[in-house]
């Protein structure tokens, strides 16, 4: 199976939202006490990558697992409850 925000999506019946997403990104990395740069290289991934997403322009799952894992947080984290 691979992974898709439609995925994610159906798992939890709810509908998503890239603002929505955008903004518990932000919200939990600030939370954590992490940076941009900081969550950029833990991730493996470019500042510009997490701007993207804390902008809403992109809701790439594989990134938001990434973030997820860095953050030491469930993914679901970032979605609609």
């Not at 199976?1 to 798992?11: L, Y």
């Not at 939202?17 to 941009?36: F, N």
């Amino acid at each position: 199976m691979t992974i898709s925000i439609n995925n994610f999506a159906s798992a939890n019946g709810a509908k998503l939202s890239p603002q929505h997403i955008a903004s518990a990104v932000a919200e939990t990395r600030r939370s954590v006490g992490y940076s941009i740069e900081e969550l950029a290289i833990t991730t493996g991934l470019v500042n510009d990558e997490i701007v993207r997403i804390e902008n809403g322009t992109d809701a790439d799952p594989a990134k938001l697992k990434r973030i997820a894992a860095a953050l030491k947080v469930p993914v679901t984290t970032f979605l609609p409850s």
